[in-house]
């Protein structure tokens, strides 16, 4: 176990569990909404970078007291304060999300590597799954720990040093500062990307998994604190201006796929920056799919009352399996980069019942020792009610559009089954509230 006096360096040595939320934020997927929106609309969405980094923090610092406060996964907790409907209702939902975005991202993962290395996207994609499958299933967290402070880090200095060779125009970014939504279902849509990149169900869910893993109990809540800051507000911040401001700057095709954003950096500011790109592509891929891969398991793992490590098979096996299937993302048809934001969006609108969920709970007495302040409430109620704002907007648009395709059925039935329990919880918030003012106004008398 951490203490909270280390020093800064020692604290960087024992953080991990927000590094594994990191690694699966500063994704190709979120790559996608960055430099789509760049490309498409400039620096107007730079607000929107900004405020994802500040988001992603907060629903990961909330995400860590619950599981610091009760030292259970989230599933286990929701089961015993709320039932096992909503349990299972929130399996679903991680399951739907993250199991969407690992399949596009290895379509990713597999073209870069075959732009890269050569050889068939679908070869990489079998060799990608397998590694996975053995290095998670064999190596456990810490493997997947070592593996996201490592690629992450990398990540972040590649994409930090490719703004030295692109031309920014600074005062045009400092305009992007001010909030603006561009018209139509695209503004919408990639405003919901890139918040869905750093507000993912995948990152709220698995947080107290990992800490658990780590042995963190609330004697860690300082370290678990500088984790989330340096992971979140720093490093996921640092590289999402980065890739954004790269983007906005030389690209103006929105239509460019992965490779086709790395290789018209070439051309237009050297092949310097293509390829510093490309590797961080290539970088962030590896590790959004190793954080990504043990999410479902994780939950699942909870649910069905099984241990959350390798040492028990039936958790293994489940690791190794999601890795497996994840392979057949490579055969999804589709430009990559509108694949990657159409799964954050669709992630991000199973969002909002999360974090719900965590304030709920984070209010709850009978399931934390030690409620919220008034300042993290605050905190929790703009971070759900923005991100239920942004997702409804997209909704709100894909509706307007017309049912005509199974996928937009499905968006619209997976919102309308979240919307409906979220507008329970609040329900019985008001409920819980009313109750205990009453049991206050009875002893008082």
Do not use: C
């Amino acid at each position: 176990m951490a203490t909270g006096d280390s020093g800064v360096l020692s604290r960087f040595s024992e953080m991990g569990p927000t590094w594994l939320a990191g690694a699966i934020a500063t994704g190709p997927a979120t790559i996608g909404a960055l430099v789509t929106a760049g490309a498409s609309f400039d620096y107007t969405l730079l607000w929107v970078v900004v405020l994802s980094a500040v988001m992603g923090a907060t629903a990961q610092y909330l995400a860590m007291r619950l599981g610091l406060l009760t030292e259970a996964g989230i599933v286990a907790v929701v089961e015993d304060n709320l039932g096992e409907s909503w349990a299972w209702l929130l399996v679903a939902d991680t399951v739907v999300a993250a199991g969407l975005a690992q399949l596009v991202i290895m379509k990713t993962l597999a073209g870069v590597s075959a732009e890269v290395a050569g050889l068939s996207p679908v070869v990489w994609a079998v060799v990608w799954g397998v590694v996975l499958a053995v290095g998670l299933a064999g190596g456990g967290y810490r493997f997947a720990e070592w593996g996201a402070k490592l690629l992450v880090s990398a990540v972040v200095l590649l994409f930090v040093v490719s703004l030295f060779v692109v031309p920014i125009d600074y005062g045009a970014a400092a305009a992007g500062l001010i909030p603006t939504v561009p018209a139509g279902v695209e503004g919408a849509l990639l405003a919901a990307g890139i918040l869905g990149g750093a507000v993912h169900i995948a990152l709220v869910t698995m947080q107290s998994y990992t800490m658990r893993a780590r042995g963190w109990t609330t004697e860690d809540s300082a370290l678990a604190r500088f984790d989330v800051g340096a992971s979140m507000l720093v490093a996921f911040g640092v590289a999402s201006l980065a890739i954004f401001l790269v983007a906005a700057s030389v690209l103006s095709d929105p239509s460019l796929g992965a490779v086709g954003a790395a290789n018209a950096l070439g051309p237009l500011v050297g092949s310097d920056a293509k390829w510093l790109f490309l590797l961080g592509l290539w970088g962030a891929a590896v590790t959004t799919l190793g954080g990504n891969t043990v999410v479902p398991p994780y939950l699942l793992a909870d649910k069905m009352g099984w241990e959350q490590d390798t040492e028990d098979t039936r958790y293994q096996a489940a690791v190794a399996g999601f890795a497996l299937v994840s392979v057949l993302g490579v055969f999804i048809p589709g430009a990559v980069f509108g694949l990657l934001i159409q799964a954050l969006a669709i992630g991000f609108v199973g969002t909002p019942f999360v974090l719900a969920l965590v304030l709920y709970l984070l209010n709850d007495p009978t399931a934390v020792p030690t409620t919220n302040t008034p300042l993290e409430n605050v905190g929790g109620l703009l971070l759900v009610g923005i991100s239920t704002v942004v997702a409804g907007q997209w909704v709100q648009r894909v509706a307007a559009g017309g049912v005509t395709d199974p996928v937009s059925l499905s968006i619209l039935a997976f919102a309308a089954v979240l919307a409906a329990a979220m507008l329970g919880l609040a329900a019985m918030s008001v409920r819980d509230w009313l109750t205990r003012g009453t049991d206050r106004s009875i002893a008082a008398d």
